[in-house]
């Protein structure tokens, strides 16, 4: 019964993972900010970004510009753009963990502030299914199993991540006590020896002394 509700508990938590960021966010003038996304290993990842014009109508102005650089935890870069106004990138992880989209904004005098829309996907999330029905000219029915099959593999897959994190934790829980039962041990050692030598000094001192 309980292996059964943490079950179900995963698979509602993967459910509801975050697989998907629109963000909105302010950038000045010479300033970087960065995001951070937990990634299984062979996950797709689609990303877009664009400076929001701040004045409809009228070209972006020159001062907006933006350098974007996306990368993995072990820093294998998967995208890099200088001085652009809207860019995209899509890749297939390969390395699990953290993945970094690193903006930052041109240096100008005077500063500017300028807003930059980003879309970052990944897993079943990433892919266009609008355009896979389109291309693939299937039925509505056909359509949803496909869909529900990626989204069953792309749990299947994050369960497997998730387990593999779990199982790396243990380890280094397991290891990290260990340490500290052998810190314990030689702290009670070195306790037991200096109070040893503090009893052998007084008993020498006052041997000595005549006293005992």
Known sequence: ??????????LIVMILYPATRALRFDLQSGDMKCIAEDIPTRAMVVGKYSVVNPNEGHPLPPSHKINVKVM?????????ADGVETGQFAYSAGEGGDHVACFSAVDHSPEVTMTVDFDWRTGVHAKDWSNV???????????EVKR????????????????DREYEMQELNIGTNAK???LSFLSL?????VAGLQLWHLKTFFEKKKVI
């Open 1 to 10: 019964m309980d292996s059964c509700r943490s079950l179900i508990a995963l």
């Open 72 to 80: 993995s935890a072990q820093e294998t870069t998967y995208h890099q």
């Open 133 to 143: 029905a389109k291309k693939g000219q299937v039925d509505t029915m056909e359509f």
């Open 148 to 163: 529900l099959l990626d989204t069953v593999s792309s749990i299947r897959d994050d369960m497997f991540y998730l387990r």
């Open 180 to 182: 500290m039962a052998w």
């Open 189 to 193: 050692v070195v306790c037991l020896s």
